[in-house]
């Protein structure tokens, strides 16, 4: 039971994020990949962290108080810690990549580019609180503000899109966002609607 204990622990988790992150820097550092090569799976790896982080609130209003909700919703934080993680190896070697800083000003205001720096900015704040600290000191405010993540969700993909010729690889790993958000707009809005119509009957009984 122990070994299984540890297995399901939170630091044999961050292990599990870490991996991908580990075979490409190992890539990287023996010369099997070069740093433009390094771009597309470090970016590709932090929108899936991102994107299963919040796929984890609407399965749980869906399917309610389960044993495996309540096991996402204890590693929901550690996988926004990982897109994070993965955005900032994707920002280093993008700097490597393009080697000087005179070229990275000058695509800068690219579409496809600035859509990503403002990704990784409200990424930060989102970062800088992910920790019991700040739930306690911010309290209803920590809520609010991690809801940026769906503002660096939509930078993401309009990165994504802008920065590829092809949309099927972003629409392929947004659309079951997208729908997983709406079927949970209909049930929240559905379930509100039942409660409206039980205390109206109770108040006319």
Request: glycine content about 6%; cysteine-free; overall charge positive.
């Amino acid at each position: 039971m122990s070994i299984l204990r540890m297995l399901n622990s939170l630091p044999a988790f961050w292990i599990i994020l870490s991996i991908p992150a580990i075979l490409l820097i190992r890539g990287y550092w023996t010369g099997d990949i070069i740093a433009m090569d390094m771009l597309h799976p470090t970016g590709e790896f932090s929108a899936r962290f991102l994107i299963v982080a919040l796929m984890i609130t609407p399965l749980s209003v869906m399917f309610g108080v389960r044993r495996w909700t309540g096991w996402l919703m204890k590693r929901r934080r550690s996988l926004g810690l990982a897109a994070f993680g993965y955005a900032i190896l994707h920002l280093l070697f993008y700097i490597i990549d393009m080697e000087a800083l005179k070229p990275i000003l000058a695509e800068f205001w690219a579409p496809g580019i600035w859509t990503g720096w403002a990704a990784l900015l409200v990424f930060v704040p989102l970062a800088m609180t992910s920790n019991n600290v700040s739930m306690r000191r911010l309290k209803r405010g920590w809520k609010r503000l991690q809801r940026l993540a769906y503002i660096a969700a939509l930078l993401t993909l309009a990165h994504w899109l802008l920065i590829h010729d092809g949309l099927g690889g972003a629409l392929a790993h947004f659309i079951p966002l997208f729908l997983l958000e709406i079927l949970r707009v209909i049930i929240t809005y559905a379930r509100r609607n039942n409660m409206t119509k039980q205390q109206d009957s109770l108040q006319t009984e």
